[in-house]
């Protein structure tokens, strides 16, 4: 099993819709978790932090599940902008060697459409 | 602005010759990372720095090397032993090597032949 799990997508969507992701991960004692966004052929933008007990930035909600463990990233009234790659990453203890690491999902892909 | 800053953008390279890649940044970050990222896959830690004169290997550190002799800046060698070196290389940084946020640079795209 991936240490972090993603649906790959595409997810296509109008524009207006609302839409959610997921991310699983497997390291029960995971400490933190991030949301990014990647356009195509660029570097990976902190999109927002998920805290505990969920946090919202005007169209976008991140929610954390600890007993399920995943993290899911709620868009609402989507753009034709909001056209990316999401990538869901979690801090915690590297499970098969010591340290600790920020492991990254593959990314589910979101096309907005008219 | 600061920020993180990679060069160059894109590198071409002949099999067989060594090649850096440039990390430069101006937020204080104590910590600093290089990934590197291929179509499909999620991206992977090649090495990692907490401090100055002080980095550990990452997932995937065979045929790479760094050096953190300054705190603003983290090269990365791709050595002619990296069996696939074609790939997008990011450098990233963080206030420390914990639970911070990481952020990153623009990227670099090197491409073997």
């Known amino acids: 099993r991936k240490e972090v799990e993603q649906d790959p997508g595409p997810f296509n969507v109008p524009e207006g819709a609302t839409v959610a992701f997921n991310c699983t991960y497997s390291?029960?004692?995971?400490?933190?978790f991030f949301w990014y966004r990647q356009d195509c052929r660029k570097e990976p933008k902190l999109l927002m932090s998920?805290?505990?007990s969920g946090n919202e930035d005007g169209r976008f909600t991140a929610q954390l599940n600890r007993a399920s463990q995943y993290i899911s990233l709620l868009i609402r009234d989507s753009k034709l902008s909001d056209s990316a790659t999401y990538l869901c990453?979690?801090?915690?203890?590297?499970?098969?060697?010591?340290?600790?690491?920020?492991?990254f999902g593959t990314g589910t892909q979101l096309k907005v459409e008219l | 602005d600061g920020g993180i800053t990679q060069s160059p953008k894109y590198l071409f390279r002949k099999e067989g010759q060594n090649v850096t890649l440039s990390c430069e940044q101006n937020?204080?970050?104590?910590?600093m990372y290089w990934y590197r990222q291929d179509p499909g896959q999620g991206l992977r830690l090649i090495y990692y720095?907490?401090?100055?004169?002080?980095?550990q290997k990452g997932d995937i550190a065979e045929g790479y090397s760094v050096s953190r002799e300054k705190k603003e800046s983290f090269p990365l060698t791709v050595t002619s032993a990296q069996k696939n070196p074609t790939a997008f290389y990011l450098c990233?940084?963080?206030?420390?090597?914990?639970?911070?946020?990481?952020?990153f640079g623009p990227g670099t795209r090197l491409t073997v032949t």
């Open positions: 990233a940084s963080s206030i420390g090597h914990s639970t911070y946020e990481q952020y």
């Open positions: 390291n029960s004692a995971s400490q933190s």
């Open positions: 998920v805290y505990s």
């Open positions: 990453a979690v801090w915690g203890r590297i499970l098969t060697g010591g340290g600790n690491k920020l492991t």
């Open positions: 937020l204080n970050h104590d910590a």
């Open positions: 720095s907490q401090i100055v004169n002080d980095f």
